[in-house]
């Protein structure tokens, strides 16, 4: 059974860091693809970034490129997303999502498996 377990969150100010880590697990994930989703207070979940287990490629929501990086650890089975320069906007609880499609998607139905998520807080 795959488990996807987020931690990092936390509550950091305006132009601070953070690094996120999602440990997976239950499965051997090479085939998968890893993606970092967002939802802030009355929105929809959002895409931030993913990344294709195996290779290595990325992609990113236009508006975070620059500042998110995702990266993954596979000695550890882990998948990350530094988050750089935050602003009171990125304030959200950011959910990991798995999914056995190689397939690029910026959708959240295009993900099987969900943590339970990790609040970040971002005071101006």
């Known amino acids: 059974q795959v488990q996807l377990v987020e931690s990092g969150g936390g509550l950091v100010q305006a132009g601070g860091s953070l690094r996120l880590s999602c440990a997976a697990s239950g499965r051997t994930f090479n085939n998968y693809k890893m993606g970092w989703f967002r939802q802030g207070p009355g929105n929809e979940r959002e895409f931030v970034a993913l990344i294709r287990w195996s290779s290595g490629s990325t992609y990113y929501a236009d508006s975070l490129k620059g500042r998110f990086t995702i990266s993954r650890d596979n000695a550890r089975n882990t998948v990350y997303l530094q988050m750089n320069s935050l602003k009171s906007e990125d304030t959200a609880v950011y959910y990991c999502?798995?999914?056995?499609?190689?397939?690029?998607?910026?959708?959240?139905?295009?993900?099987?498996?969900w943590g339970r998520g990790t609040l970040v807080t971002v005071s101006s």
């Open positions: 999502a798995a999914d056995r499609s190689l397939v690029p998607s910026t959708q959240a139905r295009g993900y099987e498996y």
